[in-house]
């Protein structure tokens, strides 16, 4: 019940963040690339204004298309989550039925941000959002695969012994 609930609260961060109108969103990752670019470029500020315009973007570009990795990821872990703890014995349709989920999340959440001030719907961002959640997605299926062979193992081994 909790990871659901959590699962409930992350995608619902998820669509507040795209609810934010451009000017606030730019605001937020701004802050976060400059404080970037005074970690990595000590001397920013004696870069001519043409440099420094040329590095703020990329970072920006970095930082917010990381976001979305991120932010997807942590949903493809929930909602993999999810399905592992309910999906019984049958774990791999429950992968695919939350990779699935998590695709139409980002398709809706980026046909959501064209409705937003100053946002757009970009095809590049639902797959940034989607390889995020996938590659959460297999990184559980991958734990389960390796828990179940030790499992298996340990079942094995108390065979032979008796």
Known sequence: MVLILL????ATLIFVMSSQPAVKSSQTSSKFVLKIIDVVYCDFDALSTQQQT???RTFTFIVRKAAHFLEYF???LLSSGVAVTYSSKKHNLGFIVSAVFCVFYAIGDEIH???VPG???RFFDICIDSVGSI???LFIALIVRVYKRRKLGEINE?????
Request: charged share 15%.
């Open 119 to 121: 946002r757009a719907c």
């Open 135 to 137: 590659f959460a997605i």
């Open 158 to 162: 108390k065979k032979e012994i008796n």
């Open 74 to 76: 942590i949903l493809g």
């Open 113 to 115: 941000q064209y409705f």
């Open 54 to 56: 040329g590095i703020t």
């Open 7 to 10: 699962l409930v609260f992350w």
